[in-house]
């Protein structure tokens, strides 16, 4: 030690500074290191920031710090017997420490002070800092410094008691309190109540002195001698710097003292080494008075050794802990960056999709132009699902299956109603702009919506139009909506077979999704649209749970005030949709649906409807779609009747629309062709007039063009005003041309109506008659209908009724073989059961019938009859062909063909009555396209008849009949049947 502090530095400084004592401490780093370690010892009493500070920085050459330690190694060194040499030349005079036998007694509340540290104390007893000061003036500045022993009964404790209540503590009972051995300490330094203490030497308390402040009488203690050289003690201390050396790798509390000693280790004796250690160590303060106790040199060792022993593994436990902690902090430092990372990239990207606040925010806005509307359950449903975002973890598959919840609940049209239009003039000119007769249709549209005018509300209805394709039922359903100011939505379901389509998914299921009427409701974004319901006669069978039941609740007014989708899960109110639903074939409609709704049929058109639909609608879209002009284009009657009749003769128009639509696009490109083959001459001409000089040609030219009259005389004015003022500046005139935007763009469309002009007087006038029909639609398809113009023998006409619309089917019955009782009858042509069984009856009615008109004719009981129906490949079923196959066998029996121009439909019974037939309105606007003059129909159908338009009746010949023989008389009584034409 005493050469670690005769460096020369502090020798220098020495010199420089007063010697011992006296010495004011000038230098800062002193008091800035003191200052901490009292700060540091005041912050915490409890840890081992406690312990005394040993003088070591030899960087800090003080000439202060310099004397304290001169000091010391002037007492040292004679204690030890050794070096006095070099330390006598600068012994101060004044009394040694080993003079103090009568000390002042400073109890030490947490830690003993180790001879070599500086200790700082508060003594807050005043009389005692008085004496204290005393004895510095009196440069006698030492105390002993003793350990108090711990209060009997109460805890071994530090805090147990504060620094206070350790001066309230007097005389003899501070005396007994005191642990016997202690520490001569130098008062280094007063200020305040703080008082430096820096160890000297062991003390042990012989007496007490006096008692208030408490002077005692000492011994001054030595260790006890031993071998420097001795083995073991080598080895304990070695053992004690190694491990003064891992905890320095390990803490780096004491880290610089531990570095300087090491560094000097070399310099130590082993008690100082020992003491050292101790003082150091995080010991508590008994067994650091061991240690001050201890005088046995090894023993002392010893017991260092174990502390700072355990030291190390402190430490080791800190670094762990350390180590630990500051892993999880820096992953979740990372998570946490990386997080902000995947956020900020989200942003950039557009895809920020968990930001809650944002969120709740969008549907709460959403929500408030309707919040009024909204049903209170529904809000309550929607502030629930909004509290519960907030709540839910944003990558959570839950968080979405809310948000698209929330979704779909704030964006559907709560109460939002379209103004509905209750003008029935205005609705009737809507529906007969877009479509032609179906005045059923359209009168029952207009009832509703009178019946809506006077009640001031609509309720919805279920109406069903039931006809072949393309008749219209769809386009029809899309022109109500129009006239009713209602949105349109449309849906097929056809095939249908999942419930879940109409009813919507629980929530619970992955991708679950709203039904058609919720998406619908989202789409049209009113809660009142026309839905057409499409092909409902086709609806799926479903494997679980039947779709016609679930369209039951949403169609049916007494249940669809509260339509509940699964989805959504809170009822919603379909009564004000008004639904039209369409079908082919009204009986393949489940029954309690039919129960519901409205039926209007539409069976088709006849060939004059056609022709009026063709002129005024499908010609003027096709023309449209074609941009052809009604001026470039003639469809001659004759054509277009043609067209009818020999390629579009099914009920329905679409065939009629395609036909239509590729005459004009045939047309068109005859146009563009003969038009651009004249191109470049009109291209020329245009190019060669100057603008001002056209514009002069079409005034002159097309005086009734009143349009471009009027842009020709503003062109000439502005031409005529820049030429007077040429002489101003030509500038004028640009200013003139550029900023008079409009009179440019005249010029330019005036530019492009000349060409137009032009084209269209290149190209001739395309007509479209009987002549070049097949040029456009090529040869027709079938001829007829009709395959013979006048029946032969055997052959009628009967009337069908298909999906299609109706159609005329022949019956027809030739004779296979004749013999004796060889009467049978052999039937072909796809005939289903009902029919084969009508073909029998036929055969005992005819038989019956011959027998009373000619008893002598034995034709069906020696005739094999062979009966067909043509077309084979069509399957055929049903009982109205029933008189006609009687007509045809007797018609072959007698060998007399039937009238001309004669169909005929009905059931007949075994007695020969006629029963009555469906599908009469379709059977009669077939029979009349194909030519038919007379009918004959049972006589319950003259209803149906009757209610047929008066367009559909004319120039039809009907003749009602209850019994066959009725039909006999008509088909082939008459004597004016004849086999030519
Ligand atoms: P459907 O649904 O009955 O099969 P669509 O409604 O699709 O038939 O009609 C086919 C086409 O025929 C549509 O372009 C429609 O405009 C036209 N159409 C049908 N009936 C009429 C009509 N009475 N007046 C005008 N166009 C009609």
Same mark, same amino acid.
């Given at each position: 030690?005493?050469?670690?502090l005769s ?8 010199n ?28 915490s ?29 002037g007492a040292?060194?004679e ?5 006095? $040499? ?19 007694a ?6 003993p ?6 200790m ?10 008085a004496a ?5 003036k009196?440069?006698?500045?030492y ?17 147990a ?6 001066y309230?503590?007097?005389? $003899? ?7 016997e051995?202690?520490?001569?300490a ?32 000492v011994?001054h203690?030595?260790?006890?001698p ?12 070695f ?7 891992? *905890? ?7 880290r610089?003292h531990v570095?300087?000693y ?22 508590n303060?008994l067994?650091?008075q061991q240690v ?16 700072v ?11 762990s ?21 995947? $956020?900020?990239i989200k942003k ?5 999709t968990d ?6 925010a ?5 929500l408030?132009?309707?919040?009024e ?16 975002l ?10 979405n299956?809310t948000r ?87 849906f097929s379901?056809?095939?249908?077979s ?9 929530r ?7 039904g ?12 009142n ?5 499409d ?9 679980a ?10 169609l ?8 509940l ?9 379909l009564?004000k ?8 074939? *009204? ?29 005024d609608y499908?010609?003027?879209t ?5 941009g052809?002009k ?11 009747l043609?067209?009818?009749e020999?390629?579009c ?7 009629l ?7 004009y ?18 291209s020329?001409?245009? *190019? ?14 097309s ?9 020709? *005389?503003?062109?000439e ?11 101003e500046?030509?500038?004028?005139v640009?200013?003139?041309q ?8 005249k ?9 137009e002009?032009?084209?269209? $007087? ?15 639609v ?6 007829a209908e009709?395959?013979y ?19 005329t ?5 030739t ?5 004796e009782g060889?009467g ?10 009902v ?31 062979h ?11 049903g009982?109205s062909?029933g008189?006609?196959?009687?007509t ?7 060998k ?9 439909t009905?059931e007949?019974?075994l ?9 009469v ?9 194909n030519g ?24 039809l ?20 049947n004849?086999?030519?034409?």
């Amino acid at each position: 030690m005493l050469k670690l502090l005769s460096s020369s530095s502090r020798v220098q400084c020495l010199n420089t500074a007063t010697p011992g004592l006296r010495v004011k401490p000038d230098s800062n780093s002193v008091f800035h290191a003191l200052g901490r370690l009292t700060d540091l010892t005041r912050r915490s009493p409890k840890n081992s920031l406690f312990r005394a500070c040993f003088c070591s920085d030899s960087s800090d050459s003080s000439g202060y710090q310099a004397a304290v330690e001169v000091e010391i190694k002037g007492a040292e060194s004679e204690l030890n017997g050794s070096e006095s $040499k070099a330390s006598s030349a600068i012994l101060p005079t004044y009394a040694r420490p080993e003079d103090f036998l009568t000390v002042l007694a400073l109890p030490l509340p947490h830690r003993p002070l180790f001879p070599g540290f500086y200790m700082p104390i508060y003594v807050k007893d005043p009389k005692l800092l008085a004496a204290l000061q005393e004895s510095r003036k009196r440069q006698a500045p030492y105390a002993g410094a003793f350990l108090l022993k711990d209060e009997p009964g109460t805890e071994s404790s530090p805090s147990a008691e504060t620094e206070k209540s350790v001066y309230d503590i007097k005389g $003899k009972e501070l005396f007994n309190r005191l642990h016997e051995v202690g520490t001569l300490a130098q008062i280094s330094s007063i200020q305040g109540d703080q008082v430096i203490l820096i160890g000297h030497r062991r003390l042990r308390i012989t007496e007490m002195v006096s008692e208030d402040p408490l002077t005692v009488k000492v011994d001054h203690l030595k260790e006890k001698p031993y071998d420097k050289d001795d083995d073991v003690i080598k080895a304990t201390s070695f053992e004690v710097i190694s491990t003064l050396r891992d *905890v320095l790798k390990t803490s780096s509390l004491w880290r610089d003292h531990v570095q300087t000693y090491s560094q000097h280790i070399g310099d130590f004796n082993f008690p100082r080494l020992a003491d050292f250690g101790a003082a150091i160590s995080g010991a508590n303060k008994l067994q650091c008075q061991q240690v001050l106790e201890e005088l046995d040199v090894h023993k002392r060792l010893q017991l260092t050794l174990e502390l700072v022993k355990k030291e190390m593994e402190i430490s080791k436990i800190q670094e762990s802990i350390a180590k630990a902690i500051e892993e999880k902090i820096s992953g979740e430092q990372r998570r946490y960056l990386l997080n902000e990372q995947l $956020k900020a990239i989200k942003k950039e990207l557009g895809l920020e999709t968990d930001d809650k606040t944002a969120l709740s925010a969008k549907f709460r806005e959403r929500l408030e132009p309707n919040r009024e509307k909204c049903p209170p359950h529904v809000l309550q449903v929607i502030e629930e699902e909004l509290t519960k975002l907030q709540l839910l973890e944003a990558s959570s598959s839950e968080f979405n299956v809310t948000r698209n919840y929330l979704d779909w609940l704030t964006v559907l049209p709560w109460g939002n109603y379209s103004d509905e239009n209750f003008d029935v003039v205005w609705a009737q000119t809507i529906l007969d702009e877009d479509h032609y007769g179906l005045t059923d249709v359209k009168e029952r549209i207009l009832e509703f919506i009178a019946v809506g005018k006077l009640r001031g509300t609509s309720q919805g209805k279920i109406i069903c139009l039931s006809g072949p394709p393309g008749v219209g039922k769809t386009s029809i359903g899309r022109s109500i909506a129009r006239a009713l100011n209602r949105k349109f939505f449309r849906f097929s379901v056809g095939g249908l077979s999942d419930v879940a389509e109409i009813k919507g998914h629980r929530r619970t299921y992955i991708g679950a999704m709203p039904g058609k009427m919720v998406q619908c409701l989202k789409n049209v974004g009113t809660a009142n649209p026309l839905v057409l319901i499409d092909e409902i006669d086709k609806l799926g069978r479903g494997y679980a749970g039947d779709p016609a039941s679930a369209l039951l609740e949403l169609l049916d007014p007494e249940q669809n005030a509260n339509f509940l989708d699964h989805y959504l899960d809170v009822p919603i109110d379909l009564s004000k949709v008004l639904f039209v639903c369409t079908a082919n074939v *009204v009986d393949n409609i489940p029954n309690p649906l039919l129960d519901r709704m409205e039926v209007i049929a539409i069976a088709g058109y006849i060939t004059d409807e056609k022709m009026h639909i063709a002129r005024d609608y499908l010609e003027k879209t096709a023309r449209e779609t074609c941009g052809v002009k009604p001026e470039q284009v003639e469809v001659t009657d004759e054509a277009l009747l043609g067209l009818i009749e020999n390629y579009c003769r099914e009920a329905g128009v679409r065939n009629l629309q395609k036909h239509i639509e590729k005459i004009y696009r045939k047309i068109a490109l005859r146009l563009v062709r003969e038009g651009s083959s004249n191109e470049p001459v009109i291209s020329e001409d245009v *190019v060669q007039l100057h603008p001002a000089e056209a514009k002069a040609e079409v005034v002159d030219e097309s005086d009734q063009h009143a349009a471009a009259n009027k842009t020709g *005389v503003e062109v000439e004015s502005v031409g005529n005003s820049s030429h007077e003022n040429t002489s101003e500046a030509s500038v004028q005139v640009d200013t003139v041309q550029t900023n008079d935007q409009t009179k440019d763009s005249k010029e330019a469309t005036h530019t492009e109506k000349l060409l137009e002009a032009e084209v269209t $007087k290149a190209v001739e006038k395309v007509l479209v008659d009987t002549s070049n029909l097949a040029d456009f639609v090529g040869k027709p398809l079938f001829h007829a209908e009709r395959i013979y113009d006048q029946t032969p023998v055997g052959v009628v006409m009967g009337l069908a009724w298909t999906a299609m619309g109706g159609s005329t089917l022949y019956i027809e019955t030739t004779q296979v073989e004749q013999g004796e009782g060889k009467g049978a009858l052999h039937v072909t042509g796809q005939l289903g059961d009902v029919m084969k069984e009508s073909a029998q009856i036929a055969h005992t009615l005819a038989r019956a019938i011959l027998l009373e008109k000619e008893p002598d004719n034995p034709f069906f009981a020696n005739s094999k009859l062979h009966l067909h129906v043509p077309a084979g490949a069509t399957p055929k079923d049903g009982p109205s062909a029933g008189c006609t196959m009687i007509t045809s066998m007797l018609s072959l029996a007698l060998k007399k063909p039937v009238r001309k121009d004669l169909a005929m439909t009905g059931e007949v019974t075994l007695t020969g009555r006629i029963l009555p037939i469906g599908g009469v309105k379709e059977k009669t606007i077939a029979a009349r396209r194909n030519g038919v003059k007379t009918i004959i129909l049972p006589s319950a159908n003259r209803r149906d008849y009757d209610e047929l338009a008066p367009n559909v009746r004319e120039g039809l010949d009907v003749h009602f009949v209850d019994d066959y023989t009725q039909i006999f008389n008509l088909a082939l009584k008459s004597d004016d049947n004849n086999t030519g034409n």
